[in-house]
């Protein structure tokens, strides 16, 4: 398979201006929240953001400088105020937070930047400018809208995120696969699953039983474990190949490649929907309106109060292998759902 292109045509207007991002900390808000950076890009901002580690490998295939967010207050206001722009305009915003904790724009404020963000848990009074949280929004269109109330210019969102790798995370892939073994038509399945959904378990409890009856089938079953998952995902999963230690860029090649992905309601789910892959996720609680997967080659089984049965998630699983040009009739449900949206008023 042919990977994207690494780099993307850009378009910078007049503005040209450094904008400080504090990203949020689970990787499927990030990636719900791209299509939302690279409106800002196009739209003249010079973007530096700040958060999780992992945000470099993620954007390696973007020019976008990465600062990684310290855990005490005095190292994050010490990191804020080294980022604050020398060229900053007379009353202009020169920071914006997609994370919505009180502190994240208390720490903005008291570091000397004018922040964006919503207006919400009353952190009003410490931001330059905002808008208001829409309950039941999808979180890609709540992000793009909180952008279109930055820039007073209301479009649309997309309909998905779309998500270049480098061709180092490619390579990486491609190696990991030649030293394991890992053949054409492989399946990755992802079981675990990190927080939960309004306190309730968002792990789906049918892995165990789905995982042989997928290599009963004949294909490869790959698991990527994270850090402190890698003894239960041996445990567990005998005759799996487990993938240990892969980084957030090669992982997600490796599942983009994938014949499908099975997932739950987690961050991997979301990269491989927006890197293009196959996806199917296994959902319970979680509200898919807001939070579901988006991408053309995503499939969602959902059901609750009762988890989807083994039964029901294999059927679907082998229905999309069988036809691997199915299209996304989940997500064009979803999408209906939150395009719908209006951009709040901008207070400066």
Avoid at 234 to 257: E, H, K, Q, V
Avoid at 273 to 302: N, Y
Wanted: proline share 7%.
């Amino acid at each position: 398979m042919t990977p994207p292109p690494a780099t993307a045509t850009r378009q910078h207007p007049a503005l040209d201006q450094t904008l400080i991002v504090r990203t949020r900390n689970f990787v499927g808000d990030v990636v719900l929240a791209l299509p939302a950076l690279e409106r800002l890009d196009q739209a003249g901002y010079r973007l530096h953001l700040v958060g999780k580690g992992w945000l470099g490998n993620l954007f390696a295939a973007y020019d976008w400088p990465v600062s990684v967010y310290p855990k005490r207050i005095s190292d994050r206001l010490r990191l804020l105020r080294s980022l604050r722009p020398a060229e900053r305009r007379h009353h202009s915003i020169d920071a914006i937070t997609f994370a919505t904790s009180f502190s994240s724009a208390v720490e903005m404020r008291l570091a000397g930047l004018r922040p964006f963000g919503y207006r919400c848990e009353g952190r009003s009074p410490f931001l330059a400018g905002g808008a208001a949280i829409v309950r039941g929004e999808h979180a890609l269109a709540s992000y793009w809208r909180l952008v279109s109330a930055l820039l007073r210019e209301e479009k649309p969102p997309p309909p998905a995120a779309t998500l270049r790798l480098s061709a180092r995370a490619h390579a990486a892939a491609a190696a990991v696969r030649q030293a394991r073994g890992i053949e054409a038509g492989y399946l990755v399945v992802v079981p675990f699953a990190g927080g939960t959904f309004e306190k309730i378990d968002k792990r789906w409890p049918g892995f165990d039983v789905l995982v042989p009856r997928l290599l009963a089938t004949g294909r490869q079953v790959v698991i990527a474990p994270g850090p402190g998952e890698e003894n239960e995902a041996l445990a567990r999963f005998t005759g799996a190949s487990i993938l240990p230690g892969l980084d957030l860029g090669t992982y997600t090649a490796l599942m983009r490649d994938a014949a499908l992905t099975i997932a739950n309601d987690t961050g991997p789910g979301h990269l491989v929907a927006a890197a293009g892959g196959a996806l199917l996720s296994v959902l319970g609680p979680t509200k898919v309106e807001q939070w579901g997967p988006l991408g053309p080659r995503v499939g969602i089984v959902q059901s609750w109060p009762e988890w989807p049965s083994v039964e029901r998630v294999f059927d679907a699983a082998m229905a999309r292998l069988a036809d691997r040009s199915a299209g996304d009739q989940a997500s064009a449900v979803i999408n209906a759902k939150w395009s719908g949206y209006q951009t709040d008023s901008v207070a400066m």
